[in-house]
């Protein structure tokens, strides 16, 4: 009766703050609901102790209670991810394939080695020394984007088409990449028995990412087929439920990636079962789903608010934590613009607007806080520098670049339309002259 208790607490607080958000705050919801909780956090740090001393402890210790790593990684990640894949449109996403696999796989790697350089190298200038595979372990959890994140703030922000899907399909395939590159590094760091040889670590990814995948289309099958028969949105629903919870346990059981299994059977499902289903039944999938999505988004972003209760000096890291702001952006651009004129070069051509937009709005958020929460605690104090550090470049990327992605992305991509326009007046201008020269 504990659990169920403490998930009344968190629902009612939930819904109180989004009421809150919406009549007075105005903010985005999940953004507004964060927002609210970081400042009952911060009253409970400085007044809690004095005036509503009972209070405070009940709710450090509700949320001591909770294991956001397994809440997160383990159950709602995987509700948000099936949400997020069910509403897009495959064909979207087979447009940009090669540009999602690319930034889903090689450009994760290079950001995640560039983050942990710049900040191995820039940390001691300020006093702080982080030893290497600390800074490689920060920079794998910190580089992939954040598919809820992603898919909340792009709902709102006004980007093209083009840019969103390529994001968005990023956003929705890096976890599985970065996730086998954290468990890799965290083994270097922990055990010291752990030999990283390239079998070894091929044989983990195709493991965790290639069996994520075929999980996926065999449920993402399974599921289509059942409901092609059974043409009811009771049953469609059973189903997609029955998908995620039972997927997730097969996916914990066999060790492969359980988000990856999410996004595949999502797409599946969204582009083939919900497209054989009659219009009501796909309305009712359709709005079940948005739902669940919307409380499962609300839920996640108080956590993350609350989450400042939990870590301890903060105030101290703010220095460390502007440095490490500043290395993710480096770190992201050059992950971004380096395959963009490599690899991506023959196949897409992207102007500097829409490679500023990429950037800005590849968003950090509750998989980098769950993943830095999953080192041991008997690493001490690199653990707790770690943890500051990533909450201080989540709450950056979800507040600033958030709320401002949508604007960067008109100015970004209007600088881009005006020079088209300089160059092609001047280019008019040019034959103009060469005309007249010849009569």
Not at 73 to 99: E, Q, T, V, Y
Not at 103 to 132: C, E, Q
Not at 213 to 220: N, P, S
């Amino acid at each position: 009766m504990e659990l169920y208790y403490a998930f009344s607490v968190i629902i009612v607080l939930a819904a109180l703050f989004s009421y809150v958000n919406v009549r007075y705050v105005k903010l985005p919801m999940t953004i507004g609901i964060m927002v609210i909780a970081m400042m009952v956090s911060v009253g409970v740090r400085l007044f809690g102790g004095e005036i509503f001393s009972g209070l405070a402890h009940r709710l450090e210790s509700l949320l001591q209670g909770f294991d956001f790593t397994e809440i997160l990684m383990g159950a709602m990640l995987n509700f948000l991810l099936f949400a997020g894949a069910l509403h897009i449109n495959i064909n979207d996403l087979k447009s940009h394939r090669l540009p999602i696999f690319t930034y889903a796989t090689v450009s994760v790697v290079l950001s995640a080695f560039f983050i942990s350089a710049l900040l191995y190298y820039i940390a001691p200038l300020i006093g702080i020394k982080i030893p290497y595979l600390y800074c490689l372990l920060f920079g794998t959890l910190i580089s992939p984007t954040d598919p809820i994140v992603v898919l909340g703030v792009l709902k709102q922000a006004n980007v093209p088409k083009r840019i969103e899907n390529k994001i968005t399909g990023e956003s929705l395939f890096n976890d599985g990449v970065a996730v086998v590159m954290f468990a890799v590094v965290l083994k270097l760091a922990t055990d010291h028995t752990f030999d990283p040889s390239f079998n070894g670590v091929t044989k983990l990814f195709l493991l965790e990412a290639g069996g994520g995948v075929f999980l996926g289309v065999l449920l993402g099958w399974v599921t289509s087929e059942m409901m092609k028969k059974a043409d009811d949105y009771h049953v469609s629903v059973l189903l997609t439920l029955a998908v995620v919870m039972g997927g997730f346990l097969i996916a914990k059981t066999s060790h492969v990636s359980s988000p990856l299994a999410m996004v595949i059977a999502g797409l599946f499902v969204g582009n083939v079962g919900k497209k054989a289903n009659s219009a009501e039944n796909k309305d009712y999938l359709e709005k079940f789903w948005a739902i669940v999505d919307e409380i499962m988004n609300a839920i996640l972003f108080l956590f993350i608010g609350f989450e400042m209760l939990l870590i301890d000096n903060l105030d101290k890291q703010f220095l460390l934590g502007g440095i490490a702001i500043a290395v993710c952006l480096l770190g992201r651009a050059l992950a971004i613009y380096i395959p963009a004129q490599t690899i991506l070069r023959k196949v897409s051509s992207y102007s500097r607007g829409s490679l500023i937009t990429m950037v800005w709005g590849g968003g950090r958020g509750g998989v980098s806080i769950a993943l830095v929460l999953s080192i041991p605690q008997d690493q001490g104090a690199m653990k707790e520098t770690l943890l500051q550090i990533t909450y201080i470049v989540v709450l950056f990327s979800i507040l600033v670049q958030g709320l401002t992605v949508g604007k960067v992305a008109k100015d970004a991509l209007h600088r881009d339309e005006v020079m088209i326009r300089l160059k092609r007046i001047k280019a008019a201008h040019q034959r103009k002259l060469n005309t007249q020269n010849d009569l």
